[in-house]
Nanobody, 115 residues
Framework: QVQLVESGGGSVQAGGSLRLSCAAS????????MGWYRQAPGKQRELVVM???????NYADSVKGRFTISRDVAKNTVYLQMNSLKPDDTAVYYC?????????WGQGTQVTVSS
């Protein structure tokens, strides 16, 4: 069973920064894709950014130029650096990893951006 544990959420003012971490219970290279989603109140869960199967990245248009995904293979951890945060970025952020037909989710971490 794969476990994903997120950390790093919190409350910041608009224009601030946060870094989220997602620690996996197995090698992150074993996954087909790995990345971050978010869900705001009353909205559907949406992709923020992911590493694809060829290690390229796929960012949502709304976060391009502000968010950066990275990884530390030795620590089995993926990071999400979020800069220039906006109130619209307020959501629960979830780490996701896919292995063949299986999809694994972290417990989520709250990010709140105030104006």
């Amino acid at each position: 069973q794969v476990q994903l544990v997120e950390s790093g959420g919190g409350s910041v003012q608009a224009g601030g920064s946060l870094r989220l971490s997602c620690a996996a219970s197995r090698s992150i290279f074993s996954f087909n894709t790995m990345g971050w989603y978010r869900q705001a109140p009353g909205k559907q869960r949406e992709l923020v950014v992911m590493f694809t199967s060829d290690s390229s990245t796929n960012y949502a248009d709304s976060v391009k130029g502000r968010f950066t995904i990275s990884r530390d293979v030795a620590k089995n951890t993926v990071y999400l650096q979020m800069n220039s945060l906006k109130p619209d970025d307020t959501a629960v952020y979830y780490c996701n990893a896919r292995l063949h037909v299986l999809s694994y989710w972290g417990q989520g971490t709250q990010v709140t951006v105030s104006s």
